[in-house]
């Protein structure tokens, strides 16, 4: 599942430089953890059309501070409050719509949130309208989108885009395949506290990530180990990594005849596996899916997320090859 990644940073977006003075005194109730007393200062602002008042009452609603949590009224401040062009506010309206928080869900009605948000430079829901295009939630799926998303908020110093565009390099998703540039955002974010960029560090360390370009000297030499009735299939022997009865290595496999997975049409594929040669057992630590034989061109579809460990089948080429040797 999903985690939530819109985060509320809430005493910063509480605190508005105003001329009322009932936006300051609730702003020092609130710093101190008395959210009654900000509410009865905030509350006849927002009344009275208070675009920051409002939003703060947003929030608290969304929260639960000083009233009863109640994402309904906060959706209701927060229109209110991006009507008059708060842009927190439209981030927020964003985090509500792609969740059904207080409104039903609607992914069509996040995106046109996150965007206005976004454009804004609103980090988190650049981060967000990345995350949409990907998944090709409210939108057309795009991931060269979703690259350009994740790269403006990296940029300004988001650790969650750093990881994720940083994966876009490695991998070829949405951008230009660039080990160099991936890694160099993975460690950026681990930098940060980034429990995944860390550990896909840790994966990738001392393991070749596969390049696509026409620079021979980045291509993996790859071991052809024969074909099927299927497909042919290759080994990078540089990449082979043994720990006890387990082995790690990149394959490559070019389909005789292409197959269609989750609409994506595929004709090559490449596959970083570990295998138990003690149980006969195998996994997937990232996979890239290709358009191209060869594992040419921009991957259709890429992941990370390593699998259960499953039986070898029968008659595997990459098994017979690595638990002989």
Known sequence: MRKLTACLMLLGMFVSKS????????????????????????????????????????????????VKQDRSQAAAWCQKSADQGRIDAYYMLGVMYEYGQGVAQDY?????????????????????????Y??????????????????????QGFSNSQLSIGLGYILGVGVAQ???????WLQKAAAQGNSQAQQHLKTLENESLHKSTKNSSNLPEWKSLGSTESATVYIDQSSIQQSGGNVKVWVLTDLITPV???????????????????SHRVRTLSFSWYLNSSGKGDATRSGTTPSPFDDIPNGNLVSKYLCSV
């Open 108 to 132: 069509k009605q996040a995106a046109e949130w996150y965007l206005k948000a976004a454009e804004q430079d609103n980090v988190v829901a650049q981060h967000n309208l990345g995350g949409l």
């Open 260 to 278: 269609r997975i989750d609409g994506n049409l595929i004709r090559s594929m490449k596959n970083l596996y570990e295998m138990d040669c003690k």
């Open 178 to 184: 660039d080990y160099a540039k991936g890694k160099e």
């Open 134 to 155: 990907y998944r090709g939630d409210g939108v057309v799926q795009d991931y060269k989108q979703a690259a350009k998303w994740y790269l403006k908020a990296a940029e």
């Open 19 to 66: 001329s009322f003075a009932g936006l300051e005194e609730g702003a020092s109730y609130y710093e101190r953890g008395d959210f009654a007393s900000a509410l009865k200062e905030w509350q006849p602002l927002a009344n009275h059309g208070d675009v920051h008042a409002q939003y703060n009452l947003c929030a608290m609603y969304y929260n639960g501070q000083g």
